[in-house]
C-alpha cells in the first residue's frame, strides 16, 4: 500500500513537471519583466477597465475568457492556461478544470501533487478572478 502511494505521487509530480514544461516555456517570464511591466504605475482596485458583458454558455467559454489575460493584485500576476495556472510565469498548477459557470460566473479548480487542490472563482463582469483558499482578488489590467 505504501509502494503504491508513492508511486502515485511520483506519477503526480512528473505529470505536473511535464504539465508546466521544462523552462523554456512561452509563459515564463523574468522578475525583471514583471517589474518593468508594473513599475512606476500605481495600482487602483477602484477603478477597473473591465466592464463586460460576457456570457459562459460552456467550459470553453471560460477558457477562452481567461486565455491571455493577466489579473493583478498587488504584487502577483495569473494567468490561466490550458496546461497550467502561472503565478508571476511560474507554473503553480496542472490543469485547471472547469467546474461550474452560470452567466458571468465561473468556478474552476486545479490540483498540485505538493499543494492540494486550488479554487478560483472568475467574474468576468467585472473582471476579476478569486482565490477561494486565501480570499485574494486579481484583476484585469
Do not use: H
Amino acid at each position: 500500500m505504501v509502494k503504491m502511494k508513492i508511486f502515485v505521487i511520483a506519477t503526480l509530480a512528473f505529470i505536473m513537471i511535464i504539465s508546466c514544461g521544462n523552462g523554456n516555456s512561452s509563459n515564463e517570464s523574468t522578475e525583471e519583466d514583471y517589474y518593468s511591466e508594473v513599475d512606476g504605475e500605481e495600482y487602483d482596485d477602484s477603478s477597473e477597465p473591465y466592464n463586460d458583458s460576457f456570457v459562459f454558455n460552456t467550459s470553453q467559454d471560460v477558457m477562452a475568457y481567461l486565455i491571455g489575460k493577466r489579473f493583478y493584485s498587488e504584487d502577483y500576476y495569473i494567468e490561466v492556461n490550458t496546461d497550467g495556472i502561472y503565478m508571476n510565469g511560474q507554473c503553480m498548477s496542472l490543469a485547471p478544470m472547469i467546474t461550474d459557470f452560470y452567466e458571468s460566473t465561473a468556478f474552476i479548480m486545479a490540483n498540485t501533487p505538493t499543494n492540494g487542490r486550488f479554487r478560483f472563482s472568475v467574474v468576468a463582469n467585472n473582471g476579476t478572478v478569486t482565490d477561494e483558499n486565501s480570499g485574494e482578488v486579481y484583476y484585469l489590467k
